[in-house]
C-alpha cells in the first residue's frame, strides 16, 4: 500500500500557475501509475492527468492539455502537477491518486489509494 499527501494548493488569479506536489510512502513508489483527479462541487470526480510509472508517458484530459503537466521523481517519492493558465473552471478540490492498473489508468476506478486532496481556487 502506499499513502499519499498533497500540497501546493491555494488561491490564485485567473491566469495565474500553481504547482501541486503529492508525496507518497513506501519503497515501492516506482511500482504505481499516477494521476490527479478533481472535483468542483456537485460535479463528479474528473480526470486531470495520468503519468507512467517510469514517468516516459504521460496523459491529459482535453481540458488541461497545453496548461498542465504531470512529473515525478521516483527517488523522491513524488509526482507534481504543474498549472500555468489557470482558469475559473478549475476551481475545485484535487486529488492525487495510485494505481497498479496494467493498462493505462484513465478512470478513478482504477485508482486503488488517494490523498486527501488540496484546494485549488481561481478568482476571475
Known amino acids: 500500500q502506499v499513502q499519499l499527501v498533497e500540497s501546493g494548493g491555494g488561491l490564485v488569479q485567473a491566469g495565474g500557475l500553481l504547482r501541486l506536489s503529492c508525496a507518497a510512502s513506501g519503497r515501492t513508489f516506482n511500482n504505481y501509475r499516477m494521476g490527479w483527479f478533481r472535483q468542483a462541487p456537485g460535479k463528479e470526480r474528473e480526470f486531470v492527468a495520468a503519468?507512467?510509472?517510469?514517468?516516459?508517458?504521460?496523459y491529459y484530459a482535453d481540458s488541461v492539455k497545453g496548461r498542465f503537466t504531470i512529473s515525478r521523481e521516483n527517488a523522491k517519492n513524488t509526482v507534481w502537477l504543474q498549472m500555468n493558465s489557470l482558469k475559473p473552471e478549475d476551481t475545485a478540490v484535487y486529488y492525487c491518486?495510485?494505481?497498479?492498473?496494467?493498462?493505462?489508468?484513465?478512470?478513478?476506478?482504477?485508482?486503488?489509494?488517494w490523498g486527501q486532496g488540496t484546494q485549488v481556487t481561481v478568482s476571475s
Open positions: 503519468i507512467s510509472r517510469s514517468g516516459h508517458s504521460t
Open positions: 491518486a495510485a494505481s497498479t492498473s496494467v493498462g493505462v489508468p484513465l478512470t478513478a476506478n482504477l485508482y486503488a489509494y
